[in-house]
Structure formats: structure tokens, C-alpha cells
């Protein structure tokens, strides 16, 4: 569903701060596929996710959705395609919208908004049922600004307004890393379910090995701009943090250098 071949991005090219962030990688994802990314310090991971949803260009190299070439396609026209939740919770949603408005406009993705794009009376009440999955209590607070709302209830808005319109790919790039402990285990938990309930296709970075070797059913570790290892099934189910430590330091010849990471 997913296919890179050769894809080579270096940032700043001619000056002294050229930096090569990925190196000819080649990744296919199949249908449903749920890949968790690890991987060092600057070794990628946010560049693959932002490559693939258009916000740099592409020095050489394909990216194919569904067997089309979108390499070309704007960030704008992508969007249609992917599903996608950052870090920052403030990124994903409009602060000054109610929480309908922004369920709404998350329905519209990729359709001409025209002058009808505000909330309709027929889609209104399906939006508490959505939210009361979350189990937040947003259910009651249709009308709340967003900005009312805390880090983690944004993440979790944000999380199923990427998902609202069937994203041929959701990119979760470290979603859960800014919010508190059990925020952010109730919003992968709601990742999961989201996950597996609509077999979406999705690529999760994260720097919790743990999350990274228990979700998803394929695991891609990177350093230094290139795919280094790639395990999935019983294999990956398998694996432990100290397999993935070892495994990064024999394959990069250095040890695991996220701290982050090794603190998580
Ligand atoms: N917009 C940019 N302009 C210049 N350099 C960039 C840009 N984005 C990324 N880089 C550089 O490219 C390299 C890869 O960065 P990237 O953010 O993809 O790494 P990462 O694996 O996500 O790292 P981390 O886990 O530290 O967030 C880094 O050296 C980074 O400084």
C-alpha cells in the first residue's frame, strides 16, 4: 500500500550545516501493517514521516500510495490520504473552534469546503457517541472551545479527527510522548483500538521500546538515515529491550544513542 524506494533527503545542501537525513530507503508497508519506528538521535524517524506526508521535497527517490506516485503531490493533497497526530497536542486541532467544529471540519478532510462546510444539524449527534469512546467526558462539551481543554483530551480529539475520515495511512509521530504517564497510556490505548477496529494501515515513532515491541505487528529501527532492522510476527512479539539494544549496537557498530530513549 505503502512503497518507498531509494528515498534520499539532506537538509541545507551546501552549507555548513548539510545534513543527510535519510539515505536511499527503501520500506514497503502492506495493508494493515502497524509499524512502531525506533531508532537513535536524529537518525530520521520525523523526516521519514514528513517525506512521506509532503512536507519537504524529495531530494531523489519514489513515494507510492496504492500503487500511484504521490512524490509529486502537495502536502494540501496528501492530507487527503493521511491521517496524521504530532507530539504537541496544540498542532492538531483549532484552539478558538468548539469541539464540533473541529470534529466537522476533520469530516470535510479532502472535500471542497464551499460555504457549507459549518456543522450540519444531521452529523451533530453522531459526535457524542464518538467522543464518549474516549472517555474523557467531551461527550457533554460539543460547544467547549478546544483551547479549554487539557494536553491529553487534545491529543485524544486530535487522534480521532485523523482517523474520522479513514486515512489510507495514520503517522503518529511520538503522540504520546508530551503528555503525562497516564494520559499517554490511555491514548495508546485508544491507538490500538482505532488501529485494529478499522485495520488501518499506520507508522508509529516512538521512544518507548517497550510500546514499540508490544503494539503494532512490525517493528523498523533506524540510525543514521537508513532502515537497520525491520522484524515482524513472532519474531518481533518475541523481542525484548535488551534484544533491540543489542540488535541496534551490532548492526550500527556503536550503541543506542536516544536518550530519551533509554531513559523511557
Ligand atoms: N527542517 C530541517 N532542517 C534542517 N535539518 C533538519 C530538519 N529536519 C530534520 N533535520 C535534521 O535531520 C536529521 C534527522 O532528523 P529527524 O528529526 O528526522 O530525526 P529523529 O530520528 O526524528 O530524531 P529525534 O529522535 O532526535 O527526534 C537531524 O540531524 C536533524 O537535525
Wanted: proline share 3%; charged share 30%; net charge neutral.
Amino acid at each position: 500500500m505503502l512503497r518507498l524506494s531509494h528515498v534520499t533527503k539532506t537538509f541545507n545542501k551546501g552549507t555548513v550545516t548539510e545534513k543527510r537525513a535519510l539515505t536511499g530507503v527503501d520500506l514497503t508497508l502492506n495493508d494493515g501493517d502497524f509499524v512502531t519506528v525506533i531508532g537513535g538521535n536524529g537518525a530520521g524517524k520525523s523526516t521519514l514521516l514528513n517525506m512521506i506526508a509532503g512536507v519537504y521535497p524529495l531530494d531523489s527517490g519514489v513515494i507510492e500510495l496504492d500503487g500511484k506516485d504521490i512524490s509529486r503531490l502537495t502536502e494540501a493533497q496528501r492530507a487527503r490520504y493521511l491521517g496524521r497526530v504530532f507530539q504537541d497536542p496544540m498542532r492538531g486541532t483549532a484552539a478558538d473552534m468548539q469541539i464540533v467544529e473541529n470534529l466537522a471540519l476533520a469530516r470535510r478532510r479532502g472535500k471542497r469546503r464551499g460555504l457549507a462546510w459549518g456543522v450540519t444539524k444531521d452529523e451533530r449527534p453522531e459526535y457524542p457517541e464518538l467522543l464518549a469512546r474516549l472517555g474523557l467526558g467531551l461527550e457533554s462539551r460539543l460547544d467547549a472551545k478546544v483551547g479549554l481543554l487539557s494536553g491529553g483530551q487534545r491529543q485524544a480529539l486530535t487522534l480521532l479527527m485523523a482517523t474520522l475520515t479513514e486515512p489510507k495511512l495514520l503517522l503518529l509521530d511520538e503522540h504520546t510522548a508530551a503528555l503525562d504517564p497516564k494520559t499517554a497510556a490511555k491514548v495508546l490505548e485508544l491507538t490500538e483500538e482505532i488501529i485494529s477496529e478499522r485495520r488501518l494501515t499506520a507508522l508509529m515513532v516512538t521512544h518507548n521500546m517497550t510500546d514499540a515491541i508490544r503494539l503494532g505487528n512490525r517493528l523498523i529501527m533506524m540510525a543514521d538515515g537508513r532502515v537497520i532492522y525491520d522484524v515482524s510476527g513472532d519474531e518481533k512479539k518475541s523481542l525484548t529491550v535488551p534484544d533491540l539494544l543489542r540488535k541496534f549496537e551490532e548492526v550500527n557498530g556503536s550503541a543506542l544513542d536516544n536518550d530519551r530513549m533509554l531513559l523511557s
